[in-house]
């Protein structure tokens, strides 16, 4: 009976080592899973690859992914993006996160109006957009308020992109 319950403890170490450590890979990503372009992408954390958390190896492989199957120009802007947000005072980003949170906590078709906006700006001449600016800047908080008030109020026409 003995040896029969040292049979058994041994059977199940065995086995919670083999489920647990199978339970382990399947969150985490092994080294050599990743494609050869991911692999190139992140060669920089090879070594330290197996002790980052399972979410972070996740997240890092979904980016390489990505940054493999850019174009040439894709990974040039890509790049631009980075630097322009690395030399930005930590203040902005932080502003700039915050703002994020917000957008993303609107409903989908206030994100929507919100896109389509910022499209419909971006493709106006520089003129006019600088014409917008400079008038914004000279009022006052009350009547940039109004302003918002005003244009959340205002219908919507359904044809217009």
Known sequence: MNVKTNVMTIVTVTAMLIFGTAIAQEDGISWDSL???QREVLSQLQESWDTLPAERQQRLSRGADRWDNMSRQQRK???????AWRDLADDRR???RE???IFRSLPPDEQDRIRKNFRHYREMNRDR???LRDRYKRMTPEQRQH???RLAKRPRPAGRD
């Open 35 to 37: 494609s050869d372009g």
């Open 77 to 83: 802007d890509a790049r631009e993006r980075f630097r």
């Open 94 to 96: 932080q502003q700039i």
């Open 99 to 101: 703002r994020a949170q």
């Open 129 to 131: 957009r600088k014409q």
């Open 147 to 149: 302003l918002r008030d």
